[in-house]
T-cell receptor, first 113, second 115 residues
Framework: NAGVTQTPKFRILKIGQSMTLQCTQDMNHNYMYWYRQDPGMGLKLIYYSVGAGITDKGEVPNGYNVSRSTTEDFPLRLELAAPSQTSVYFC????????????FGSGTRLTVV | AQKITQTQPGMFVQEKEAVTLDCTYDTSDPSYGLFWYKQPSSGEMIFLIYQGSYDQQNATEGRYSLNFQKARKSANLVISASQLGDSAMYFCAMRDDTGGFKTIFGAGTRLFVKA
């Protein structure tokens, strides 16, 4: 049981480049989330999805886009990368039941130079 | 708006002793969930314990317990019999039960366990 799989684990981007962070879960979770964690800080919600075809903005959505065409996949797209997007990105998923914590992926460390 | 506050940037505890990590929260919603997550130096996020806003008893999971004081809006994590492997960053989090189950996180407390 793989849980939540994120790729890549590390990436260096040049300013203005674009990329997609991949996230896949095999637990049939309806709810999926993207967070970013800046050094020494807590996690900030970028986007979330309550099911296939449904996405919504979180606290810090600017500069990002998401899609949810299947239950399993929730990719995060960065357009025109900026140094402010240097961060660790976590994908997470959860059951719809209220008392379950999130299952997190292992994270993607992104540096924009 | 919901808010989570962790006022202890760092804490030290002697091995085998108990330690309390503080967390206060603010919300106007009657239904919410409170969580603690552990982040070791390897970087992964590990779910530790959950407390629902309507739960009458404090949650416990092995050596972890959550001291839930609803009137004071606090949800402190107590780790008993600390082990060297407990050295990590600990995040308090609150989930919105109104839809989407969005969760906000505190800034975290770094715990150092001394041998």
């Amino acid at each position: 049981n793989a849980g939540v799989t994120q790729t890549p684990k590390f990436r260096i981007l040049k300013i203005g480049q674009s990329m997609t962070l991949q996230c896949t879960q095999d637990m049939n979770h309806n709810y999926m989330y993207w967070y970013r964690q800046d050094p020494g800080m807590g996690l900030k919600l970028i986007y979330y999805s309550v099911g296939a075809g449904i996405t919504d903005k979180g606290e810090v959505p600017n500069g990002y886009n998401v899609s949810r065409s299947t239950t399993e996949d929730f990719p995060l797209r960065l357009e025109l990368a900026a140094p402010s997007q240097t961060s660790v990105y976590f994908c997470a998923s959860s059951y719809s039941a209220a008392n379950y914590g999130y299952t997190f992926g292992s994270g993607t460390r992104l540096t924009v130079v | 708006a919901q808010k989570i506050t962790q006022t202890q940037p760092g804490m030290f505890v002697q091995e085998k002793e108990a330690v309390t990590l503080d967390c206060t929260y603010d919300t106007s919603d009657p239904s919410y969930g409170l969580f603690w997550y552990k982040q070791p130096s390897s970087g992964e996020m590990i779910f530790l314990i959950y407390q629902g806003s309507y739960d009458q008893q404090n949650a416990t999971e092995g050596r972890y317990s959550l001291n839930f004081q609803k009137a004071r809006k606090s949800a402190n994590l107590v780790i008993s019999a600390s082990q060297l492997g407990d050295s990590a960053m600990y995040f308090c989090a609150m989930r919105d039960d109104t839809g989407g189950f969005k969760t906000i996180f505190g800034a975290g407390t770094r715990l150092f366990v001394k041998a």
